[in-house]
């Protein structure tokens, strides 16, 4: 089951003298799960109306109960976004509202609905989104015709547009309309009421609803909801989203003893979704049903059921797909009727109210649901990633009940890798939303490459500031950046090497083979030295050399004259075959970087042009710049971009490493094939 009950059912009214009830009850919810119930009770033989707010867990704020009007009856509610509310009522045949702040203080004084004199009666209201409000109601003229009323109010209750539904509009053969209910879903104002329509038999009852826009224009024409001449429909609900889908329930009569309650979905155009859905089809009656709506489409909808006991109240939660989520409930503890349902735009709790006999007095009674508060925390506690990045992801799951959404806080806690060196911490602490029927979300932490030799750092994540949730037993979780750098090998210093003797023409000394060791060291002469795919460490001394450390992560150090360093593996790039080689001693004008097209494949002509070279700031600008090779001159990183501008660096990344600082262009390159 997605919801539970928050402790028993309790009286809605402080029994004080005087406030037995004898209508049904209206309760309105918000969005932190804070509600206020209207109920008309009895005051001096007067039918009087009064209100309550209750905290989210049913507990009453205030002391007493709040007096709106007496001599009214018929009051309706609705609630803002910042917890004030309007209770719309019933007096001398004619409607009136009154505004309340969130504390519960009148705003104001009561306001007439309308400037008629005419009969204006069975209130109905909802909230705007921007904090006004819309009233609609049954109006009877001179003749006895029956017309369905709208009204639109700001938020400061001041009247802003009105539309009228005459017997007409909604058909050529209705003779009757009443009992509207309305609801706002999305930018648009749905309005659904009763109407009698002749035909071959006598005549029909039927659910007729029409849409409205923001200043009460009307949308396309009115329709019924289910045409079927062989049931009668009463008592509609209505209720949207904040998409404009909606949803309306009703009850239909299977036949003189018995009803059923059903309902039909509607997207946001005011197309019908499918057929009518029955909430439940039992050989007791079910009937007066009302609907609340969460702001992505899921609803309740609660109703009466009439057995051998007596009325209870019943109610059934769906998904926003109209599938049901669990099984039709009865209301323990609430063994009343007209229940009044309110669900807050999250979907984690619903209120119920209904009216119960005690000694002969109706009194409204409640009782609250929450969904069974579900689990997060990290999929593991320990995440490692290499310090080559790009970015590290770590896994929130959630587990249990997901029927409404949930809300994380990830904060960094601590940890020895430094924020802005090792990695990018923008954004944190991170709020993690999870919307209904979500079980995982992904936190990403961008790592930043440097050259440091520093061995393996952490950081530390926590899970803090849950909503509708709680935490798991992996609350906490450490990430591992790997470092990819290594601690040179210490090698011999090279013997002094004897002085030449002199000769007329100096020629090149012979190329040594190298044996396989560690380190390579060339002579006084223009040596060629290559690496293995081991970690090397190469000198080439005097002379101008050519030092290539093929595959691993290797130390070159050209020494004095004109070197080549060559980056060649023999075969396509792989960064994990290619390594990071360090080059100590480039100098500008002198000394060469030698890429081979065997493996920097993406090079199409035997030079570097000024469109295959960037310099730039970051590591994330490295694999996103139009440049095929990108260099952080800060840092002497120089990066392989071969997918250039798309994310990442394809089969790329970093493959050198020089002075820190050092100005490397585009002549300091040469392409071999």
């Known amino acids: 089951m997605a919801f539970q009950p928050i402790g028993p059912a309790f009286p809605v009214d402080a029994a004080s003298a005087g406030t037995s009830s004898n209508t049904p009850s209206n309760v309105a919810i918000a969005a932190n799960g804070d509600f206020v119930v209207v109920w008309e009770g009895e005051l001096d033989s007067q039918k009087t109306v009064y209100a309550r707010r209750f905290r989210a867990d049913g507990t009453p704020k205030d002391t007493g109960d709040i007096l709106v009007k007496q001599g009214a009856e018929k009051p309706t509610i609705a609630i803002a976004a910042d917890g004030s509310y309007v209770v719309a009522y019933v007096e001398s045949e004619q409607v009136f509202f009154q505004r309340y702040s969130a504390a519960g203080t009148a705003v104001g004084t009561a306001v007439k609905v309308g400037s008629s004199d005419a009969p204006l009666l069975t209130p109905t209201i909802a909230t705007l989104g921007n904090g006004g409000f819309v009233i609609a109601g049954q109006t009877i003229d001179e003749f006895g015709v029956e017309s369905i009323v709208l009204f639109s109010y700001n938020s400061a209750g001041v009247l802003q547009n009105t539309a009228t539904i005459t017997e007409a509009d909604a058909g050529p053969d209705v003779v009757y309309q009443f009992n509207p209910a309305v609801a706002v879903a ?175 007095a109706e009194f409204p009674d409640a009782r609250v649901f929450s969904v069974a508060t579900p689990t997060i925390q990290f999929d593991k506690a320990i995440y490692e990633i290499g310090e080559a990045g790009p970015a590290s992801t770590l896994i929130l799951t959630r587990t249990g009940d997901t029927f409404a959404g949930s809300q994380v806080t990830v904060t960094i806690t601590g940890g020895t890798a430094t924020a802005g060196a090792d990695y990018t911490n923008t954004g944190f602490p991170l709020t993690v939303s999870f919307a209904a029927g979500e079980t995982s979300k992904t936190v990403s932490l961008p790592i930043l490459q440097d050259t440091l030799v520093e061995g393996t750092e952490t950081v530390t994540f926590s899970i803090t500031g849950v909503t509708n949730a709680a935490v798991g037993t992996t609350g906490t979780a450490t990430l591992n950046i790997l470092d990819d750098e290594t601690s040179p090998i210490p090698g011999p210093s090279p013997a002094p090497a004897p002085t030449p003797a002199p000769a007329p023409t100096p020629g090149p000394s012979p190329i040594p083979t190298p044996a396989p060791t560690n380190p390579f060291i060339g002579g006084p002469g223009n040596d060629t030295l290559i690496g293995n795919n081991q970690r090397n460490i190469i000198v080439g001394n005097e002379g101008n050399d050519i030092l290539n450390g093929r595959g691993g992560n290797d130390r070159l150090t050209g020494g004095p004259g004109r070197d080549r360093f060559v980056f060649d593996i023999g075969r396509r790039f792989n960064q994990k075959a290619m390594g990071v080689d360090v080059i100590t001693d480039f100098t500008r004008g002198e000394d060469k970087i030698v890429l081979d097209r065997t493996t920097f494949t993406q090079l199409e002509r035997n030079r570097l042009t000024s469109a295959d070279f960037e310099t730039v700031k970051n590591r994330r600008e490295a694999q996103t710049s139009d440049a095929l090779f990108t260099y952080i001159r800060k840092t002497g990183a120089l990066f392989y971009n071969e997918n250039r501008d798309n994310t990442g660096f394809g089969r790329g990344g970093k493959f050198a490493d020089l002075t820190n600082g050092l100005n490397l262009g585009v002549k300091d390159f040469v392409v071999v094939a």
């Open 186 to 360: 999305g930018n648009t104002i749905i309005v659904s009421w009763e109407g009698g329509v002749i035909t071959e038999g006598g005549v029909d009852n039927e659910v007729f609803y029409a849409r409205f826009d923001a200043n009460l224009t009307k949308i396309g024409d009115e329709t019924v909801v289910v045409a079927d001449p062989l049931k009668n429909q009463f008592a509609p609900a209505v209720a949207g989203d904040a998409s404009g889908k909606f949803v309306i329930a009703w009850q239909d009569e299977i036949s003189d003893s018995n009803s059923d309650v059903y309902f039909r979905q509607f997207n946001a155009t005011g197309a019908p979704q499918g057929t009518s859905q029955a909430v439940a089809t039992t050989a007791d009656f079910e009937g007066d049903p009302q609907v609340s709506m969460t702001g992505d489409g899921r609803f309740v909808i609660a109703y009466e059921k009439f057995t051998d006991e007596g009325p209870q109240a019943f109610y059934q939660v769906y998904s926003a797909t109209g599938t049901k989520v669990g099984s039709t409930q009865p209301v323990v503890g609430l063994s009343g009727d007209d229940p009044a349902v309110a669900i807050n735009p999250n979907g984690d709790r619903f209120v119920i109210t209904a009216q119960t006999v005690e000694e002969g």
